[in-house]
Nanobody, 124 residues
């Protein structure tokens, strides 16, 4: 499966952005899809993931502010980001896996397929 992420931009703190991840070349409904982010000089970190059955997991740092959703008819996963903070500034990547088990969903190493990053910059 190929993934294409988009929707990043430059926003002021407290504003919102919605990222999209469009998949092609696979049966999208069979994949667990996650969002990860990486700030300059930092490790890649988990943001959110959504399973085949639409269950979701969020990093504590984004819980209550970000919402992940999927539309299998459009082969798309969304990340709605509200009340953005400067510390949310990073390159955001979507990723997909068919083989990860639940305990691996927050581990970027469990994801075999990656889109290119989309940059999010939040200024105060």
């Amino acid at each position: 499966v190929q993934l294409q992420a988009s929707g990043g931009g430059l926003v002021q703190a407290a504003e919102s952005l919605t990222l999209s991840c469009v998949a092609s070349g696979g049966t999208f409904s069979r994949y667990v899809v996650g969002w990860f982010r990486q700030a300059p000089g930092k490790e890649r970190e988990f943001v959110a993931t959504i399973s085949r059955s639409f269950s979701t997991i969020y990093a504590d740092s984004v819980k209550g502010r970000f919402t992940i959703s999927r539309d299998n008819a459009k082969n798309t996963v969304y990340l709605q980001m509200n009340r953005l903070k400067p510390e949310d500034t990073a390159a955001y990547y979507c990723a997909a896996t068919q083989t990860a088990i639940y305990s691996e969903y927050t581990n970027h190493r469990a994801y075999a397929y990656w889109g290119q990053g989309t940059e999010v910059t939040v200024f105060s």
